[in-house]
């Protein structure tokens, strides 16, 4: 029995598709990162760009244009958005000239060496700075116009605005803009986007939808995880089914603009991302596990081109937030563990994200370890632990009393282990990690004194039935810590030349 529409939903999808026509002839969408700078020893700018590289990262975005950044990655093939902070839009605002020397001194030098694909005026400028409303757009035009003068039109500039701006986003098909700003910022910007050709820029995050939704919003359609026809939320008035929040907050946006007659100004997703750590009592969510999950979800359904149920056909691009945990962010637990990458350059999480062609295939290290996930319930996790030491043929003996990881003698300690045991033994094959959701890959080694994990680089052999332990990092000169089991006044030469002849066996051959 076919469905009954009205005409109502016939409009919407008719208007869907007739909007998506120019998108579907664009260039393909693109997973960026954005790249802040609030972190400790944030890497040079010469080995930042070669990180980035290594990382087949080809979008970024910076929050202010730094000259050093941009000379770094000139040649590199990565075209980068360029940011105006908030604490300029006055300046910016105020006088066209001073927008045209800002493009002359933060573009020009570095375009098309450096490809600048974008410039965002402000962030979230009606939340974070709302006394400066009243020159964003002016700003946004000055600086347009001071591209087009250089010959540079086809650089679009715009400001990435937060999702609060549009109210009542679900159903998707209700939403509209906050009629505060409507008429007075919203409509002149998107006129001003629309006859430049420019997007506009939304900062998305499903990770605060599902934890200010008090249960609305479940989890896995935070995360794009696969659902059931039955558990898709489908919104009642176009009969649209939306399998996830991102698509339904971008298609809030698009439902949005055409309430204010605006139907060819396309989406950019700014920021998006999960924090992977955070407040264990007021952010339980803020995990590495979680964040691994929606940040290679989030990829591969870009990727993909997946498109959104009002728009099959368009795909908006996003940034993921961010390259690097921003360790001197003030605010809660979790400001500071949105990165993909500590500031070091080693993996805060692993991602899964085989077949995108090697981006952000981000285990720098070449160690990954199986432990148990931090959000798990404590009678699965048990029942993993006996599965991996009994039909799962791991090895166990270390975690038994008296061995070297006994201690400490709790169920997360012995499960990691385990896992690690198995996981290691099976080859890391996918899968071999999963263990009925209770287990999770990390690129941190979980060893700890005296208890070296299976998969770690550390090595523990026996020689002359003593156990000899490389305790330092792999390619730096090492040192060995012995356990003989042998008396100290029974250490007789003999053995002692015998356990440096084995040593020294051992070295050569190893």
């Not at 996918?430 to 700890?448: L, N």
């Not at 040192?479 to 040593?503: E, Y």
Request: aromatic residues 8%; contains cysteine; hydrophobic residues 45%.
């Amino acid at each position: 029995m076919g469905a009954n529409h009205s005409p109502f939903v016939t409009l919407l999808v008719f208007l869907a598709f007739l909007t998506v026509a120019a998108a579907a002839r664009a260039e393909p969408p693109f997973v960026g990162v954005n790249i802040g700078t609030d972190v400790s020893n944030l890497l040079p700018p010469a080995d930042l760009a070669a990180f980035i590289k290594a990382q087949q990262i080809k979008h970024v975005r910076l929050y202010d244009a730094d000259p050093a950044i941009l000379s770094a990655l000139a040649g590199a093939g990565v075209s980068v958005a360029v940011g105006v902070p908030n604490n300029q839009l006055l300046a910016l605002g105020s006088s066209p000239a001073t927008a045209a020397a800002w493009v002359a001194r933060r573009v020009l030098p570095f375009h098309p060496d450096t490809p600048i694909s974008a410039v965002a005026v402000g962030d979230e400028v009606p939340a974070a700075l709302p006394s400066a409303l009243p020159l964003l757009l002016q700003a946004l035009r000055s600086i347009s116009s001071a591209l087009s003068a250089a010959n540079l039109s086809s650089i679009p500039v715009s400001t990435p605005l937060p999702f609060a701006v549009i109210l009542d986003p679900f159903p998707p098909s209700q939403a509209y803009f906050n009629q505060s700003l409507a008429n007075a910022f919203l409509l002149p910007l998107l006129r001003f986007l629309a006859d430049t050709a420019a997007p506009l820029m939304l900062n998305l995050y499903p990770y605060y939808a599902f934890m200010q939704g008090h249960g609305a919003v479940p989890l896995d359609n935070a995360l794009f995880k696969p659902l059931p026809p039955a558990l898709e939320e489908v919104d009642p008035n176009t009969l649209l089914h939306y399998s996830n929040v991102l698509d339904a907050m971008v298609d809030a946006a698009y439902v949005a603009m055409r309430n204010l007659n605006v139907t060819t100004v396309p989406v950019l997703i700014t920021e998006t991302g999960w924090p992977a750590n955070g407040s264990r009592r007021d952010e339980p969510y803020a995990t590495r596990e979680l964040a691994s999950t929606y940040n290679s979800n989030l990829i591969r359904h870009v990727l993909d081109r997946a498109g959104t149920p009002l728009h099959p056909e368009a795909t908006p691009s996003v940034y993921i937030y961010e390259l690097f945990d921003e360790d001197l962010r003030p605010g809660p637990a979790s400001e500071a563990s949105w990165g993909l990458f500590h500031g070091n350059g080693t993996p805060a999480y692993l991602l899964r994200v085989a077949g995108t062609g090697g981006l952000l295939a981000n285990d720098t290290t070449d160690r990954t370890y199986c432990v148990a996930a931090e959000v798990t319930d404590r009678r699965a996790l048990q029942a993993a632990l006996d599965w991996a030491c009994g039909p799962g043929l791991g090895n166990c003996s270390e975690i038994q009393p008296g061995q070297s990881c006994y201690a400490p003698n709790n169920l997360r300690s012995h499960a990691s282990y385990a896992f690690d045991s198995y996981y290691q033994k099976e080859g890391k094959a996918a899968g071999s990690c999963y263990f009925q959701g209770v287990a999770m890959v990390t690129t941190t080694d979980p060893s700890h004194g005296d208890c070296i994990f299976p998969g770690s680089k550390r090595m523990n052999v026996t020689v002359a039935g003593m156990s000899v332990i490389q305790t330092s990092k792999a390619g730096a000169p090492f040192t060995l810590r012995l356990r003989t089991g042998i008396a100290h006044d029974q250490m007789t030469p003999m053995i002692l030349n015998i356990l440096v002849a084995s040593i020294l066996s051992w070295s050569i051959w190893s």
